[in-house]
């Protein structure tokens, strides 16, 4: 017997199953109403199922990473700047995935009153277990030296330029962090910024700033391990950010009111506030001078990543910055190549659709 596919458009409803229409006056559900919705059928958001499945498609474990080239990298190859480009970088990853595994549970998950979204953030906490998992396997191949590796994941304590985003991360997710349900449209502003900030500046900034560090050094042909668990995360944060966005439209249909002039304002200047945290991390990480990497060239290219987030949004650009790292745009050429198109023999499952790389650089 065939299985019923379970999420199609138009869906299935036994005759004895009611849906939801709205009364009188009563509007319909909203996915920012307060309570807690556990009905997946009727399905009101399956876009958000259809994220579910095709994550779960996405899978890959630790295990398959070989750092065992990295390690002859960091003693013979890389020079004292790169490896304090290195040092810094693995510091932020300590550490960063850990601040957005703690926004999903304290600030999203309860106020996103869909089901189908609930049980994608769901996967997409176990990703971001996964990917403090690589971190952390990163830095036990990395820095063998147990006091160093304790100073590295105390990073947001004893490093300015660390400490400093994670108090940009603070000042702008955490105003939601108090409330048990957002039920004016204040609160619905508080909930949106910290959604927008969490997309767009923190996996969709901070993120994608750290992976062309990355990318960067592979360029060079070093640390092929590190990039291609990055080319892994690369794909899960790609992934989290358009389901973020998707939330955000999601809520721009429903409540276009909430999406006024000082809404974009705030935007605007949380992404500015975001540049330039990240080019304070820059000016720390390329502190030694590494060659084929200039701090102009790093503020254009975070420049460049910003107004990409703001098309996301539906704005117009702030910065009017274009990519400078060639390396960038040809990244997907070792590893990432169409893997939404076809099962690749490095990954354990493969997922299909379109991936632009435009769009997230």
Sequence with gaps: MALIDPITPDEYIPENMSTTVPVGNARPKHILDPGFDLTLRPMRYPQFFDMYRDAIKNTWTVDEIDFSDDLVDLDRKLMPAEKHL???????????????????VLNLYQHINAPEARMYLSR????????????????????????????????????????????????????????????????????????????TCIEGLFFFAAFAYVYFLRSKGLLNGLADGTNWVFRDESCHMNFALEVVNTVRAEE?????????????????????????????????GVPGMSLPDTREYLQYVADTRLHLLGYASEFGSK??????????????????????????????????????F
């Design 256 to 288: 276009p009111e909430l999406f006024d002039d000082r809404l974009e304002a705030d935007i605007r200047e949380m992404l500015r506030d975001a540049v330039d945290c990240e080019y304070q991390f820059a000016a720390d990480v390329l502190g030694e």
């Design 86 to 104: 290195v040092s810094r970088l693995v510091a932020f990853f300590a550490t960063g995935d850990s601040i957005v595994a703690n926004n999903l």
């Design 124 to 199: 997409q906490l176990y990703e971001e277990a996964l990917h403090v998992q690589f971190y952390l396997t990163l830095l036990d191949n990395y820095i063998p030296d147990m006091k160093e590796r304790e100073a590295a994941f105390a990073a947001v304590e004893n490093i300015p330029s660390i400490k400093a985003k994670a108090e940009f991360c603070f000042k702008w997710m955490d105003e939601v962090h108090h409330l048990d349900a957002i039920t004016t449209q204040e609160e619905r502003r508080k909930f949106l910024m910290n959604l927008i900030c969490f997309a």
């Design 323 to 360: 990519n400078p790292f060639s390396f960038m745009e040809l990244q997907d050429v070792q590893g990432l190549s169409n893997f939404f198109e076809r099962t690749v023999s490095s990954y354990q499952t493969g997922i299909e659709g379109d991936v632009s790389f435009d769009e997230d």
